[in-house]
């Protein structure tokens, strides 16, 4: 496990993570020591990774090194464009990819059929052509943050989802700027398929897994000729490429810094799944600045979240199952609520404090921070994940640092 933050304000941010990465084969389990978080030589951006140290084969951190070197050395006007960038770069790479799974290709074009399938049963003979996309998509109720960034079809997702959420955040507002712009930069991503090869052309090993699939789930041959069958194929490869399909993130990844134009600091976090059968996976899942939080954190972060809040998610989760056995059903939400707002007015009177600190006073908060999570890791689990060396990144708009903190001195 990994705790990594960022603790910023107007003077700029100190970046802190731990340095154990937990391993384990064979019923054994042991602890290594890795780099977590860098800082880009020619630029005021720092980025933190958590999760596998590998991505497609490819070491974490030389990602970041070689997208660098790809980089014009005057750099971006904000941190906005150094995400884009990125984002495009990481989608033309190839990486060190195995071969495709065809057999999880399959189950996935399976379970896309069972589901359409549902939906064409429920309509009999009233099937609606035009409906059935936005029916199908709005069944899996994915969040936002679930969503592939580089998929075609990620604008028709978003809405969907947004149309059921009660607000649109600012965060989701940004992720909708970004994206505008990346298509305004990279407009192949729209028409990108996995279904054709190199050259264009229908892969003819991949639909010789679809077709087996679709007889099976509607009990007739597939037919190019058919406008329904042709809308379920193209239902079913939208969600494929725009929706995770892995239990687990590959990489958390939180980018932070400063652009040639930004006074003040921002951050952007996202997920990096592994790329299938040639389609990249890219999930955004914050963006933040001073001017919204106090700190922007990826991976492990129960401690900070008691000790800024004074109850933590679990704990919370024991008290209300508790209280439901003394609390009548009818007063146990205004019960939930009030806990809600006494932890929101401490957690915003805890952390006022950090608006006014210089930047060695933030670098002091965020190692604390990484060094309270460490101590709660090492006090609850048999091998303690969170722990080893602290490593500090500190910038302002003009400045950068680094530092290393033995964890026994």
Known sequence: MTAIFAVWNNYGFSLASDSNQTGSKDNQTWVDPVEKIIMLENHQIAIGSAGDSFHNGVEINEIFRSWEKSMPKEGFSKLDDYFLNFAIWFNSQKFNESGPDYDELETLFRSCFEDIFTLLSQDGDNNQLGELESRTIAIFGRDRDTLNFLA????????????????????????????????????????????????????????????????????????????????????????????????????????????EQDWLPSGISFQLYSSFFGLRRLCVTDWSSPNRNWFMSIAIDAAIHELTRGISVDRLSEIT????????????????????KQSNTKFHKTLSRIDHLTIDRLEFVSRLFVQIEALKSFLDQPVPGVGGDTKVISMTKTTRRQKYFREFE
């Open 321 to 340: 199952e508790l209280a439901s056995e003394f609390i009548e059903p009818s007063q146990f939400e205004e019960f939930t609520e009030k806990i809600s």
């Open 152 to 259: 075609p079809d990620w604008d028709i997702y978003a809405a969907i989802s947004d149309s059921a959420a009660e607000i649109v955040t600012e965060a989701e507002k940004k992720t909708d700027e970004l994206r505008a712009n990346l298509i305004a930069l990279a407009p192949g991503i729209q028409n990108f398929s996995f279904l054709f090869n190199s050259e264009d052309v229908l892969d003819t090993q991949i639909m010789g897994r679809i077709y087996p699939a679709f007889k099976d789930v509607f009990g007739r041959d597939f037919d190019f000729d058919n406008e329904l069958d042709l809308e379920i194929l193209n239902i079913s490869v939208s969600l494929i490429s725009s929706l995770s399909t892995t239990s687990s993130e590959d990489l958390k990844v939180l980018m932070l810094g400063f652009g």
